[in-house]
């Protein structure tokens, strides 16, 4: 694809525009048709349609890629998943998305997939384990344990051992970092999170650098029914828009709330890269520290997901298949756009509310 001279805040208002011609609308239109008129560029809207196209059109441009939308997160994970021969070797995150954690041990336990399992920022150890590999799957930061990887030096272990290379980025985002111009080969996003940004819909998407690779997560795509609605891809894009504000300014609060936050009794340790919009804390108290402060807050919202426009935090092991090296106590932080400190003194609030502090 062609390289736009635009930077990336200027593309996420730019990219997946309709052709400026004279009455044409500024924005791609939903187009609620399954099928279509022979003979043009589509056929089926499980192959593409316009509003779909659209999407892809914006988030390959940010990501330096050409992208394939998904009906979710975990849809766009399982066409990768697809692509591993059987009896492949997948190496992937100690601490990862859970879903992905869990579906990949799935395949295990069946011997449809060998599965090795590393902590990403231990470089040595990831570039010992992905010999034989046919798939490195990344995460960086990662969810929700905040490790950060050396992707460049990663991506090339994996490539050193004839690896496909994965990259999650949901939660840098293209803002933070674009894996495709580091070497990655294929680059995943829960479009539900950042990139749509508002908590309304459900959304994946894969980016690849090579059309032939492209070729065959779109096949999985139809051959797997994994399309989005024409709906949701409109109400993506049109979130998208401003993902460069949303994510300067989550930042700024989750850099600023952060540091405040290492500084309070009740908290025993702060995980936050000084980058991004994800933190996770834990505390001298351990869990009734950690639910208590769930139960407690009035901005904050207790709920699961991330990347809104909104502030939400919970306790990750409070649902059952969350990796077991992740702390009882860990509470995940995703950082919103309200007023920074307004989100300060909720948190304290309720960490003042704990015993003993």
């Given at each position: 694809?062609?390289?736009?001279?635009?930077?990336?805040?200027?593309?996420?208002?730019t990219?997946?525009?309709?052709?400026?011609?004279?009455?044409?609308?500024?924005?791609?239109?939903?187009?609620?048709?399954?099928?279509?008129?022979?003979?043009?560029?589509w056929?089926?809207?499980?192959?593409?349609?316009?509003?779909?196209?659209?999407?892809?059109?914006?988030?390959?441009?940010?990501?330096?890629?050409?992208?394939?939308?998904?009906?979710?997160?975990?849809?766009?994970?399982?066409?990768v998943?697809?692509?591993?021969?059987?009896?492949?070797?997948?190496?992937?995150?100690?601490?990862?998305y859970?879903?992905?954690?869990?579906?990949?041990?799935?395949?295990?336990?069946?011997?449809?997939i060998?599965?090795?399992?590393?902590?990403?920022?231990?470089?040595?150890r990831?570039?010992?384990?992905?010999?034989?590999?046919?798939?490195?799957?990344?995460?960086?930061?990662?969810?929700?344990?905040?490790?950060?990887?050396?992707?460049?030096?990663?991506?090339?272990?994996?490539?050193?051992?004839?690896?496909?290379?994965?990259?999650?980025?949901?939660?840098?985002?293209?803002?933070?970092?674009?894996?495709?111009?580091?070497?990655?080969?294929?680059?995943?996003h829960?479009v539900?999170?950042?990139?749509?940004?508002?908590?309304?819909?459900?959304?994946?998407?894969?980016?690849?650098?090579?059309s032939?690779?492209?070729?065959?997560?779109?096949?999985?795509?139809?051959?797997?029914?994994?399309a989005?609605?024409?709906?949701?891809?409109?109400?993506?894009?049109r979130?998208?828009?401003?993902l460069?504000?949303r994510?300067?300014?989550a930042?700024?609060?989750?850099?600023?709330?952060?540091?405040?936050?290492?500084h309070?009794?009740?908290?025993?340790?702060?995980?936050?890269?000084?980058?991004?919009?994800?933190?996770?804390?834990?505390?001298?108290?351990?869990?009734?520290?950690?639910?208590?402060?769930?139960?407690?807050?009035?901005?904050?919202?207790?709920?699961?997901?991330?990347?809104?426009?909104?502030?939400?935090?919970e306790?990750?092991?409070?649902?059952?298949?969350?990796?077991?090296?992740?702390?009882?106590?860990?509470?995940?932080?995703?950082?919103?756009?309200?007023?920074?400190?307004?989100?300060w003194?909720?948190?304290?609030?309720?960490?003042?509310?704990?015993?003993?502090?």
């Amino acid at each position: 694809m062609q390289e736009s001279p635009w930077s990336p805040d200027t593309l996420v208002v730019t990219a997946g525009r309709p052709a400026a011609q004279p009455d044409a609308p500024l924005n791609t239109p939903i187009v609620p048709a399954s099928t279509f008129h022979a003979g043009g560029a589509w056929e089926y809207a499980r192959e593409g349609a316009p509003t779909t196209a659209a999407l892809e059109d914006a988030i390959g441009t940010l990501e330096h890629g050409t992208a394939t939308v998904f009906s979710s997160g975990m849809a766009a994970a399982n066409a990768v998943m697809d692509l591993v021969p059987a009896g492949g070797l997948v190496v992937a995150p100690s601490a990862a998305y859970t879903g992905v954690a869990v579906r990949l041990r799935e395949l295990a336990d069946i011997g449809r997939i060998r599965l090795t399992i590393v902590d990403v920022d231990d470089t040595d150890r990831l570039r010992e384990s992905c010999s034989g590999a046919a798939l490195l799957w990344l995460e960086s930061p990662t969810n929700p344990l905040l490790q950060v990887a050396d992707l460049a030096a990663c991506i090339a272990a994996g490539h050193d051992a004839g690896a496909l290379v994965l990259v999650d980025n949901t939660f840098a985002t293209p803002m933070l970092q674009q894996p495709l111009t580091i070497g990655a080969d294929v680059v995943l996003h829960s479009v539900t999170k950042a990139l749509s940004g508002h908590s309304d819909l459900l959304m994946g998407a894969i980016v690849c650098a090579d059309s032939a690779l492209t070729e065959r997560v779109r096949t999985r795509r139809v051959l797997l029914g994994a399309a989005p609605s024409a709906f949701d891809c409109y109400l993506a894009l049109r979130g998208l828009r401003s993902l460069a504000l949303r994510i300067s300014r989550a930042q700024d609060n989750a850099r600023e709330i952060t540091a405040s936050l290492a500084h309070h009794p009740a908290v025993s340790r702060v995980r936050y890269p000084g980058w991004g919009t994800i933190a996770a804390i834990e505390f001298t108290g351990g869990v009734p520290f950690a639910e208590k402060l769930c139960d407690s807050v009035r901005l904050w919202v207790h709920a699961t997901s991330l990347g809104g426009v909104e502030s939400l935090l919970e306790r990750r092991r409070r649902w059952p298949l969350e990796s077991p090296v992740v702390p009882e106590d860990l509470v995940r932080l995703s950082f919103g756009i309200e007023n920074a400190g307004d989100l300060w003194a909720d948190l304290r609030s309720a960490l003042d509310q704990l015993p003993g502090t």
